[in-house]
């Protein structure tokens, strides 16, 4: 267990059912959102981070002396300014920390008893939270060796009903398949991903070259985008023509993590605007990455406590997810993210 668990007391939830029945009581909740949020009670305020404010102890509220303003635990957070009870923020968190393949929007809906749009929104603000924006390169002298791959994602037009195919291609100018792009420290267990505009040479090469520590074992299939990369890394290279696996030389890391993402995408989030897709891969990122190992015995309850933690200091707006006005999310029809089917 991490030590974050241990703001929870000793009857802290390990399963979905207890950990909706935990939070559902209002006080609980809240008391372990400002646990979450500052650890040990320290309050301050998350607009001038002072500490000189009272608390309002039947609205849960605080008002701060220094910018004469109020606060609630949400301010500052991926919640802010969600109408939601901080119940149903805490099961959701829960779940998307947790379902290996995702929760749908209608899912959580369902299970929540809020509407679908919010459920949808709700979902997009927490994949924000589970983002990873660490900085450090892979590799190194601490890390590696490092796989790099790259993968296609989108529904194969030769597998489309001929009907639906040209619909398709109607709608969308035959829009290709959106790039990924991906490594792998094996060392550390982790990997990064994120969409490319495309797979050529100098794309490739700058995502490495950010991501990896020069001078780091670097293993790629023979695509030749990854020419030239002998000139930085050590790098060694398996021909998928040929063979999958040469020794240590191979990419099967990466390819276990794209089928992860790519079961997810067809099974659970099947309608996924290219636009969206990164979100879609940091949730499947923070799953991976903390998932259990026989060295990491990570929990539901870690990985829970994990995004609470990170909630804070991260804010994704509804127009800035999808370019419409706020007032939009009342309209059924916003945010269903229906657009592209994958
Ligand atoms: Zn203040």
């Not at 959106?178 to 797979?199: C, K, M, S």
Request: charged share 25%; net charge positive.
């Amino acid at each position: 267990m991490c030590s974050k668990c241990t703001i929870l007391d000793v009857d802290a939830p390990e399963t979905l059912q207890s950990a909706i029945a935990f939070f559902s009581d209002p006080q609980r909740a809240f008391d372990a959102a400002v646990e979450f949020r500052w650890p040990g009670g320290n309050v301050t305020c998350p607009r001038c981070e002072q500490a000189k404010f009272s608390f309002i102890k039947t609205r849960r509220i605080w008002f701060c002396y220094v910018c004469k303003k109020q606060f609630t635990v949400k301010v500052g957070t991926v919640m802010e300014d969600s109408p939601l009870g901080l119940d149903k923020w805490m099961s959701a968190i829960w779940m998307l920390a947790n379902c290996k393949n995702g929760i749908s929007s209608y899912e959580l809906a369902k299970n929540l008893g809020i509407r679908q749009n919010s459920a949808w929104f709700m979902l997009h603000r927490i994949r924000e939270a589970m983002k990873d924006d660490s900085r450090f390169k892979f590799g190194g002298e601490a890390g590696g060796p490092v796989e790099s791959d790259e993968t296609f994602v989108g529904a194969d037009p030769r597998k489309m009903h001929a009907r639906r195919r040209e619909a398709r291609y109607k709608a969308l100018s035959a829009r290709p398949k959106t790039p990924v792009f991906g490594v792998l420290d094996r060392e550390l267990r982790q990997v990064r991903a994120r969409v490319v505009p495309n797979v050529k040479r100098e794309t490739l090469q700058n995502e490495i070259l950010n991501q990896v520590h020069r001078g780091s074992k670097v293993y790629t299939d023979c695509a030749v985008g990854y020419d030239h990369l002998r000139k930085e890394f050590v790098h060694e290279v398996v021909n998928h023509a040929k063979e999958y696996v040469n020794g240590q030389v191979h990419t099967q890391g990466l390819d276990n993590f794209w089928s992860l993402l790519k079961r997810t995408l067809r099974g659970t989030y099947v309608a996924v605007e290219p636009f969206h897709l990164d979100h879609y891969i940091d949730e499947q990122v923070f799953r991976y990455n903390n998932r259990a190992t026989k060295d990491n015995k990570l929990t539901d309850a870690d990985r829970f406590a994990l995004v609470m933690s990170q909630v804070a200091g991260k804010r994704l707006t509804y127009s800035e997810l999808t370019g419409k006005d706020t007032d939009s999310v009342c309209h059924p029809e916003a945010g269903t993210g229906q657009e592209e089917p994958f």
